[in-house]
């Protein structure tokens, strides 16, 4: 990947030269479906779709990036447009097929596992974040032109503050713990979080189940109206 | 990677811009082996997409400094005042800038700033159409020279005003060598915009 640097392919697409997009393409297309697919679990159909908009969308604004800091700024804004594509799929399906699904807690051995109340709080943070959206969504149907805009602002806001209480969450957790969720949840390796916090490998995977089921516990402690709260149809 | 249910909420709160792992998400991007295989004509038809968006583009960013003004005045619908008054130059001045009838050179550093400052422009994007600028301007007179002589010849079938445009545009896309202390001059100009730039513009 660092054989072709970022200047030259950011210089090739401000000159308008078409190399750059087959080098842009060689250098993210398969990486970013594999994250999409991957890390946030969309379909690969909708993952490979998602990235050719993120690739059209930096060449289309391009001329607006400039380096700051060094060659990964490139790299960085690269990824910020990932994220926010990502997070526009996730909004629609949260509107569509809702996020609420199996999930998967095979790493979790029976004394770590979610009791009813812990599953019923997370779940119910997902439920909040979906209603929040479809509100949104209604709000700026609705609205008129000009009142949409400043809609659109003030939902996004709405939607964004119902997650609060896992960034509140994560703060009440010591900085390796804290370190050692943010990064598994987006699958980087326990070797990097490993020179990150300055445990061992296996002191990391040991921990993180056991760092999750605490992180549950406080969002149940602290957000105690999150309990007991059953499926609303939306 | 199993989808969990606390991975997804930190997920979401990472996506929605509650959280960040400073770096170390986009970091473990790069290092990863990809496990997706993109068929050929995928890869191509991408590239194809990418090719046109990258021909749209090129055509819609203005060449020279004039018609980025001009550009600016009719999408905003503002009065030149409402623009020159801000970048701090005379009516007179901001008129030639429009007609790309200034070299840039004569124009002050601060202007420039001002200018980037208040157009979010990059420093790269603007030194480009400085330098497209000047070029139309310094080749010019050359041109003017060529059409008096035509319209000299009283050849009436030649509509100079057409012309001129046209050519305006052909010196402007041009990459023209420019005489060694004129390129020095311009040069100068933009290295020292870069420099005092630097840090301080938004991308």
Same mark, same amino acid.
């Given at each position: 990947?660092?054989?072709?640097?970022?200047?030259?392919?950011?210089?090739?697409?401000?000159?308008?030269?078409?190399?750059?997009?087959?080098?842009?393409?060689?250098?993210?297309?398969?990486?970013?479906?594999?994250?999409?697919?991957?890390?946030?679990?969309?379909?690969?159909?909708?993952?490979?779709?998602?990235?050719?908009?993120?690739?059209?969308?930096?060449?289309?604004?391009?001329?607006?990036?400039?380096?700051?800091?060094?060659?990964?700024?490139?790299?960085?804004?690269?990824?910020?447009?990932?994220?926010?594509?990502?997070?526009?799929?996730?909004?629609?399906?949260?509107?569509?097929?809702?996020?609420?699904?199996?999930?998967?807690?095979?790493?979790?051995?029976?004394?770590?596992?979610?009791?009813?109340?812990?599953?019923?709080?997370?779940?119910?943070?997902?439920?909040?974040?979906?209603?929040?959206?479809?509100?949104?969504?209604?709000?700026?149907?609705?609205?008129?032109?000009?009142?949409?805009?400043?809609?659109?602002?003030?939902?996004?806001?709405?939607?964004?503050?119902?997650?609060?209480?896992?960034?509140?969450?994560?703060?009440?957790?010591?900085?390796?713990?804290?370190?050692?969720?943010?990064?598994?949840?987006?699958?980087?390796?326990?070797?990097?979080?490993?020179?990150?916090?300055?445990?061992?490998?296996?002191?990391?995977?040991?921990?993180?189940?056991?760092?999750?089921?605490?992180?549950?516990?406080?969002?149940?402690?602290?957000?105690?109206?999150?309990?007991?709260?059953?499926?609303?149809?939306? | 990677?199993?989808?969990?249910?606390?991975?997804?909420?930190?997920?979401?709160?990472?996506?929605?811009?509650?959280?960040?792992?400073?770096?170390?998400?986009?970091?473990?991007?790069? +290092? *990863?082996?990809?496990?997706? /295989?993109? =068929?050929?004509?995928?890869?191509? #038809?991408?590239?194809? &997409?990418?090719?046109?968006? %990258?021909?749209?583009?090129?055509?819609?960013?203005?060449?020279?400094?004039?018609?980025?003004?001009?550009?600016?005045?009719?999408?905003?619908?503002?009065?030149?005042?409402?623009?020159?008054?801000?970048?701090?130059?005379?009516?007179?001045?901001?008129?030639?800038?429009?007609?790309?009838?200034?070299?840039?050179?004569?124009?002050?550093?601060?202007?420039? +700033? *001002?200018?980037?400052?208040? /157009?979010? =422009?990059?420093?790269?994007?603007? #030194?480009?159409?400085? &330098?497209?600028?000047?070029? %139309?301007?310094?080749?010019?007179?050359?041109?003017?020279?060529?059409?008096?002589?035509?319209?000299?010849?009283?050849?009436?079938?030649?509509?100079?005003?057409?012309?001129?445009?046209?050519?305006?545009?052909?010196?402007?896309?041009?990459?023209?060598?420019?005489?060694?202390?004129?390129?020095?001059?311009?040069?100068?100009?933009?290295?020292?915009?870069?420099?005092?730039?630097?840090?301080?513009?938004?991308?």
């Amino acid at each position: 990947m660092a054989a072709i640097s970022n200047r030259t392919i950011v210089q090739e697409l401000k000159s308008g030269d078409r190399l750059g997009c087959a080098r842009l393409v060689d250098m993210y297309q398969a990486r970013l479906i594999d994250e999409a697919v991957h890390v946030f679990h969309l379909p690969s159909e909708d993952a490979e779709e998602l990235v050719s908009d993120v690739l059209l969308a930096v060449v289309r604004k391009i001329n607006t990036f400039e380096f700051k800091r060094g060659d990964g700024d490139f790299h960085l804004w690269v990824i910020t447009i990932f994220r926010n594509k990502v997070r526009d799929v996730v909004r629609h399906r949260a509107l569509t097929d809702g996020l609420i699904e199996r999930f998967e807690e095979g790493g979790l051995r029976d004394d770590n596992a979610y009791s009813k109340v812990e599953r019923e709080v997370t779940d119910a943070i997902i439920r909040q974040y979906q209603e929040a959206i479809r509100d949104s969504e209604s709000a700026i149907t609705e609205g008129e032109s000009a009142e949409s805009a400043g809609a659109e602002g003030a939902g996004n806001s709405t939607v964004a503050a119902k997650l609060l209480a896992i960034a509140d969450a994560l703060e009440r957790l010591e900085t390796w713990e804290r370190v050692l969720l943010r990064c598994r949840a987006l699958d980087v390796p326990y070797d990097d979080i490993a020179r990150y916090t300055d445990k061992s490998v296996a002191q990391l995977k040991v921990y993180h189940a056991r760092v999750k089921k605490k992180f549950v516990k406080i969002l149940a402690e602290h957000y105690p109206e999150l309990q007991g709260n059953e499926e609303r149809t939306g | 990677m199993k989808n969990e249910r606390v991975d997804k909420l930190i997920q979401l709160a990472w996506l929605e811009g509650w959280i960040s792992t400073h770096g170390a998400y986009e970091k473990a991007i790069v +290092k *990863r082996n990809t496990k997706t /295989l993109v =068929l050929p004509n995928s890869r191509a #038809a991408l590239i194809e &997409r990418l090719e046109s968006a %990258l021909a749209e583009t090129k055509a819609d960013t203005p060449l020279t400094v004039g018609a980025l003004l001009r550009g600016l005045r009719t999408e905003h619908s503002l009065r030149s005042q409402e623009i020159f008054s801000r970048i701090g130059v005379t009516q007179n001045i901001y008129r030639m800038m429009e007609q790309d009838t200034v070299s840039p050179l004569k124009i002050s550093l601060e202007v420039w +700033k *001002r200018l980037i400052a208040l /157009l979010n =422009l990059s420093v790269d994007e603007l #030194a480009e159409m400085i &330098r497209r600028t000047h070029q %139309l301007v310094f080749f010019r007179p050359m041109l003017k020279g060529v059409l008096a002589r035509y319209s000299s010849r009283k050849k009436k079938g030649m509509k100079t005003s057409i012309l001129e445009k046209a050519y305006s545009e052909m010196y402007a896309k041009a990459n023209l060598e420019l005489p060694e202390a004129e390129q020095r001059r311009l040069n100068y100009l933009i290295t020292t915009l870069k420099d005092e730039t630097k840090g301080s513009t938004t991308s």
